[in-house]
């Protein structure tokens, strides 16, 4: 079960590095119960939070074939198109990254990973229905804790392209 609250948390390295651009966003939180199982999450924690499920965004690592690292922002409910996102970035295929390299990389753990913030900036690509909405949410790079912000702001602050990046129904 998902709660959605909205508490003063501490600041996050994804919350710092925005206000230190001067970008707007507000903090969302929710509450996870244990065991809560990982299959359509987002969805959930969407309705907790009383937003719209298209507009949450979660983000997925991604390594090339010579090591290197792109970020991918989908919507909640999606799935990453690994070939898409590969052409997006001009690159000849994609895999995702291991959960255990997820920290040491990018410095979030699984569940909790913000385009904003890492420990270095990466490629990074935007799924195009990002630009449908005024605000998207992404992680606040912890549980918990969900960013609202204007997509344009976070395409301009991450350099990242805006690309259809999931998988066609």
Do not use: W
């Not at 390594?63 to 999606?78: E, K, L, Q, R, Y």
Request: proline share 4%; with cysteine.
């Amino acid at each position: 079960m998902v709660r959605g609250r909205r508490d003063k948390v501490p600041k996050t390295n994804a919350m710092r590095e925005l206000e230190g651009s001067g970008i707007a966003f507000e903090v969302l939180t929710y509450e996870e119960e244990e065991g809560t199982p990982e299959r359509d999450l987002g969805i959930r924690i969407a309705h907790a939070l009383g937003v719209d499920e298209d507009s949450q965004f979660k983000t997925l690592v991604t390594v090339t074939p010579t090591g290197d690292h792109v970020v991918c922002c989908i919507p909640v409910a999606d799935e990453l198109d690994l070939k898409k996102a590969a052409r997006a970035v001009g690159e000849k295929s994609l895999s995702m990254m291991h959960v255990r390299d997820l920290e040491p990389v990018c410095g979030y753990r699984r569940g909790a990973c913000s385009p904003v913030g890492m420990r270095k900036r990466f490629r990074t690509v935007v799924d195009e229905t990002a630009q449908l909405f005024d605000r998207i949410g992404v992680s606040g790079g912890k549980k918990g804790v969900c960013l609202m912000l204007a997509p344009d702001d976070l395409v301009r602050h991450l350099q990242a392209t805006l690309c259809d990046i999931t998988v066609g129904v």
